[in-house]
């Protein structure tokens, strides 16, 4: 799910044969004012710092984990999320796909933990996937983040000039479960992002997002990551 650098070569049984897989393992550092996900701010619009860790190889499995520190306000414990995923990807002429599964912690928060299923497609600079809430460890009727859950979205993304890209993202996220007295949790989002990468420095992008949530208002913020 992450550019990969270090370049391991390790061998394999697989269905009881023995080949040499080619594989990469890198790490990811970031940096961001807002960290904000599916169009909702996980900081309570606060700066976040993150890490991860990801392997993958040259047959198309991948694996990999991811930490930042969260705020979700008085409604839960946890100041942190770590992630942890595997899946497959690969690549049929200019289309691309993933299929993956992910699983979202926040201990101590028990409660909001959730494991999703997600597949995604790419056709040169469009792309288009979906994430299906498998199991949610809420045991509430009127909680966020239970199974049946679906979140889907379109993205279109060019390369400018100077080593400069820009990407534009619609998604919409349908839930399970109603709020409190029947309030109405489903919503969309959009977000536009430009990026610089600087070489050997990482990426610096900005980007600003908005949502059709009432009285969410829409969110500029700036972000620096880098892999290695």
Not at 15 to 29: D, Q, T, Y
Not at 50 to 73: E, H, I, P
Request: proline share 1%.
């Amino acid at each position: 799910m992450k550019t990969k650098t270090t370049a391991l070569a390790l061998t394999v049984a697989l269905a009881g044969l023995s080949a040499p897989v080619f594989a990469e393992v890198s790490m990811n550092i970031g940096a961001t004012s807002n960290y904000i996900w599916r169009g909702v701010t996980q900081t309570d619009d606060k700066a976040a710092i993150s890490g991860g860790l990801d392997w993958g190889s040259d047959s198309g499995l991948y694996a990999g984990t991811w930490v930042s520190n969260v705020d979700f306000g008085a409604c839960c414990e946890t100041s942190y999320e770590l992630d942890l995923y595997g899946g497959y990807a690969g690549e049929v002429g200019d289309f691309g796909y993933d299929v993956a599964l992910l699983y979202y912690t926040y201990d101590p928060d028990d409660d909001a933990n959730f494991l999703e299923l997600g597949a995604s497609g790419s056709w040169k600079f469009l792309s288009a996937g979906l994430n299906y809430t498998l199991n949610g460890d809420a045991n509430d009727d009127t909680a966020q983040f239970v199974g049946g859950d679906l979140y889907y979205y379109g993205a279109l993304s060019f390369d400018l000039p100077e080593d400069f890209n820009i990407g534009l993202t619609v998604g919409s996220y349908n839930f399970e479960n109603d709020g409190v007295n029947g309030a109405e949790y489903d919503y969309s989002h959009y977000q536009a992002d430009l990026t610089k990468s600087a070489g050997d420095f990482g990426d610096v992008t900005l980007s600003l997002s908005d949502t059709d949530i009432d009285n969410d208002d829409m969110k500029f913020f700036v972000s620096w990551a880098k892999t290695f």
